[in-house]
């Protein structure tokens, strides 16, 4: 069965500072990941994702994160904050048996203050 | 523009009462799937399809039916509200062919009293 662990539920930087979220995952089959952002009483939109091309992803608004086989990790990066990043960010997983089901972790506040 | 549109975008119910939540999505996607969102919990599956006429379970679906006649309408019914229903419910759609992309709508705000 898939997981994900969001190893923070708060991470809280200054801005101009860098931004790390962490993210562990487990899945038996190749998985494929996504990094997803709600800002406060919106729908999701997608950062970025990756599906077994190249390791390190670049998204949009300065976001990248990088694929780790090894580690079973996809932390999501960012040279220095703004603080319109401020928002909750959901790292996920998706199967590649067909039914492509998203299975998503609890979530990271990003805190940024000026 | 193209997406998924949810309706309505709140919604008051009482112990008891049924209602249904609409989705729509004019991509031509062939999978749709009803997520929830509750504090602290991410984004939990209650059912999803992958096309006109088959539909299955996720993680949660006590308390929620699905059917899928059309390839754009994905329907979410409550037959019976309870409190523990009381959430953020969000619809996505993707394609099924080639890159995986998933759609989300902006979300319906159920509370139940």
């Known amino acids: 069965a898939q997981s994900v662990t969001q190893l923070d539920s708060h991470v809280s930087v200054s801005e101009g500072t860098p931004v790390l979220l962490r993210c562990n995952y487990s899945?038996?089959?190749?998985?494929?990941l996504f990094w997803y952002v709600q800002h406060p009483n919106k729908g999701l939109q997608l950062l970025l994702k990756y599906t077994s091309a190249a390791t390190l992803v670049k998204g949009i608004n300065g976001f990248e994160a990088e694929f780790k086989k090894s580690e079973t990790s996809f932390h999501l990066t960012k040279p220095s904050a703004h603080m319109s990043d401020a928002a909750e960010y959901f790292c996920v997983v998706s199967d590649s048996t067909g039914f492509q089901k998203l299975v998503f972790g609890t979530g990271t506040r990003l805190l940024v203050s000026p | 523009n193209a997406g998924v549109t949810q309706t309505p975008k709140f919604q008051v119910l009482k112990t008891g009462q049924s209602m249904t939540l609409q989705c729509a999505q004019d991509?031509?996607?062939?999978?749709m799937s009803w997520y929830r969102q509750d504090p602290g919990m991410g984004l939990r599956l209650i059912h999803y399809s992958v096309g006109a006429g088959i539909t299955d379970q996720g993680e949660v679906p006590n308390g929620y039916n699905v059917s899928r006649s059309t390839t754009e309408d994905f329907p979410l019914r409550l037959l019976s509200a309870a409190p523990s229903q009381t959430s953020v419910y969000f619809c996505a759609s993707s394609t099924l062919q080639g890159t995986i992309s998933y759609t989300f709508g902006s979300g319906t705000r159920l509370t139940v009293v």
């Open positions: 991509m031509n996607h062939e999978y």
């Open positions: 899945s038996s089959y190749s998985p494929s």
